[in-house]
């Protein structure tokens, strides 16, 4: 087992090289809260808007006075 700090061959430089370096950062320091729906609402609930927007109304139309 080698401990080398070198790429393996099947990574090409032009792939590494294009990346950019901490481009999630910020949405990761935010935090963040992943749900996965079922198939079958994700074809009405397409993106988070949509499934933010749907659960927005429901709890207004469900919600009591505390």
């Known amino acids: 087992m080698s401990n080398s700090d070198e790429l393996k ?9 294009s990346g950019v370096r901490g481009k999630y950062r910020q ?3 935010k935090g963040s809260n992943i749900v996965v729906i079922d198939a079958d609402l994700a074809k009405r609930f397409p993106d988070s808007k949509a499934v ?3 659960l927005r109304q429901f709890l207004a139309e469900h ?3 505390d």
Not at 9 to 17: A, N, Q, V
Request: charged letters at 50%.
């Open 9 to 17: 061959d099947e990574y090409p430089e032009e792939l590494i090289r």
């Open 27 to 29: 949405r990761y320091e």
């Open 52 to 54: 933010n927007d749907a």
């Open 63 to 65: 919600e009591q006075s």
